[in-house]
């Protein structure tokens, strides 16, 4: 079989309007090619092994058969066809995205809000929707390949007592937290603070659907919200998350500075606060994610004397973040999602042991073998 030169997209939305603009705006792309469309879930599962797709968008609100409907056939008979679902921006379709999700989804892009401009329309899908369908093929040229050895430490400050967790993720981040929470115990003694690279509405739901089945506490981000042990902040989507310390209580702070790397909020803004605020006390996971959003950060934790452990490439949904991260040098450690949660509780409670009293001088006897 000859390698492809294109990605195919199959298009399955209940909207002509919809399927005209995403058809005419992603084969406008030179490495991309839409072989297909469908208005309803049924129709899509017919057409599926006649196109061949690489790649499938998927409506979440559509007659006959709706998207999450779809989905879950989808799986059964393709567990690794990369599907990304298309859902408005309200509460209903928020829900339904991280339903979806929770049922092997791959991603999600928004839906174009009603601007009334198809320039502006077509300017979301390229810079949202392509992005997430080239890092979702396996034969994109933008992949990262895979390193040959797991780990490339430096050398740099010795870690002290890890006194917060920082996460960063985005594609495939809400199922990869969904297994590292719940792995975080009830008595966690420091707080725990994320980025996931999501729009409004959508963290909200994130945050309560994670604190449902967590022993700790989970919440949105909201500023000036003390930073207590054993609870989790999820940063708010169109606000970067940064923490400070202010007479001794460290505490949220939420800003609409410019996006970076794309996105609001950024891994890039939530580490380095986390540098400067707890120097060598940090601990920051990054996850998979498209995009090199936490690879600065990480730098500047390590340079502060903290640590950043990152989630492999076989577990992760895209090895961007932490692939780029581990191509930069700055992983301490790398391990599949399912050690990730227990990682993080290992490294917090060690540093906490080691560090909790002065260590007492042993006295050895001197050597008296004079063989």
Known sequence: MQPRSKIRVFIVDDSVVIRKILSDT??????????SSA?????????????????????????????????????????????????????????????????????????????????????????ELIPKIKALCPFAPSRIPAPSVRVLPRPRIRPGR??????????????????????????????????????PIFTRLLADRL?????????????????????????????????????????????????????????????????????????????TGMGSDGVLGSQRIREAGGEVIIQDESSSIVWGMPGLTYAAGQADGVYPLSMIGAEITRRVLHSRASHAAPQQKTFLAPETNFR
């Open 26 to 35: 992603l084969s406008a792309d030179p490495s991309i090619e839409v072989v």
């Open 39 to 127: 208005q309803n879930g049924k129709l899509a599962l017919a057409k599926i092994p006649q196109c061949e797709p690489d790649v499938v968008t998927l409506d979440v609100e559509m007659p006959v058969m709706n998207g999450i409907e779809a989905l879950a056939e989808i799986r059964k008979a393709y567990p690794k066809l990369p599907v990304i679902m298309f859902s408005t921006l309200t509460e209903a379709g928020a829900s339904a995205t991280l339903d979806a999700l929770a049922l092997g989804a791959s991603d999600y892009a928004t839906k174009p809000s009603n601007t009334g401009s198809p320039e502006a329309a077509i300017e979301a899908i390229r810079c």
């Open 162 to 199: 890890i006194e917060i967790v920082a996460i960063g993720t985005s594609t495939g981040g809400p199922n990869a937290l969904a297994e590292v929470f719940p792995a975080i115990p009830k008595d966690f003694p420091i707080p725990i603070v994320t980025v996931q690279h999501m729009p």
């Open 211 to 287: 604190a449902s089945h967590s022993q700790i506490a989970v919440e949105e981000g909201y500023d000036g919200g003390n930073l207590v042990a054993g609870k989790a902040w999820i940063a708010p989507g169109n606000y970067h998350m940064t923490v400070k310390r202010s007479s001794l209580r460290p505490h949220i702070e939420l800003n609409q500075d410019p996006h970076e790397h794309s996105c609001r909020p950024a891994v890039d803004v939530l580490f380095r606060s986390v540098a400067e605020t707890y120097g060598p006390g940090a601990l920051a996971v990054v996850m």
